[in-house]
């Protein structure tokens, strides 16, 4: 009964771990996170960065971080010579692609700032996928000029 037990335990074990690497295959790969300097009193501010979509679809739903009391996903759109900026939903990272979180695209708000982000300082950031479940990284604070860029 010992031995059968064990034997129950191990298999349970050994699939509770094949199904690990599956979920790191399928991950978003998060590349270079940075966010826009701020000033005292500004209530908001911008981050951005590069998803690089796995093998299966997936959407990125929502963020979170300490510097600000919420995040919020958005987009900017030109309506004829204005640029409106808002809120969605998700933002879909199709398999196999790169979705870009820039400048006048879509990018990440974080609303309610608790602290100026400041030159050179960093935070951290955790992105939930629908699939991938929660992703932690570092955004680092830099002005728009030594952003990273994509190159080709």
């Given amino acids: 009964m010992k031995s059968r037990r064990s034997h129950l335990l191990a298999a349970l074990a050994l699939a509770a771990l094949s199904v690990l690497p599956v979920r790191a295959q399928t991950a978003p790969k998060v590349e270079q996170p940075w966010a826009r300097p701020t000033v005292e009193g500004q209530g908001a501010g911008g981050?951005?960065?590069r998803i690089v979509g796995g093998p299966t679809a997936d959407r990125l739903l929502s963020a979170q971080t300490?510097?600000?009391?919420?995040v919020e996903l958005h987009t900017m759109t030109m309506d004829g010579n204005v640029m409106r900026m808002r809120q969605v939903d998700a933002i879909e990272v199709p398999a196999g692609q790169t979705v870009e979180l820039k400048p006048g695209?879509?990018?990440?708000?974080?609303?309610?700032?608790?602290?100026?982000?400041?030159?050179?300082?960093?935070?951290?950031l955790t992105l939930r996928f629908e699939k991938a479940g929660e992703q932690r990284v570092e955004v680092q604070v830099m002005n728009q000029a030594a952003a990273p860029m994509h190159k080709h």
Avoid: C, Q, Y
Wanted: proline residues 4%; without cysteine.
């Fill in 47 to 49: 981050g951005f960065l």
């Fill in 66 to 70: 300490e510097v600000a009391r919420s």
């Fill in 105 to 124: 695209g879509l990018h990440i708000m974080f609303m309610g700032l608790k602290a100026p982000l400041k030159t050179g300082s960093s935070f951290a």
